[in-house]
């Protein structure tokens, strides 16, 4: 009796054990996932250095040297 008692122990702990550790390992293959942000820097109209997210920036059209040299206040 005694033995029986000791196999089913060990097994239970094996059991436990392996569940642990594949829910560990789930948890960090499918768990949550940080979004990788890139951020750009960029001139504001006062001179000022900033970054901003890619994701909050338009695609629009390219603007012209001259509105460049408009823009730009010497």
Known sequence: MQESQKKTSR????LWTTALVSSVTAFK?????KKATTTVRMLTEDGKLVEVD?????????ISDKELQDWVKK
């Open 11 to 14: 097994k239970k702990f094996l």
């Open 29 to 33: 293959i499918f768990g949550a996932k």
């Open 54 to 62: 890619t994701s909050q920036i338009t695609k629009g059209r390219k």
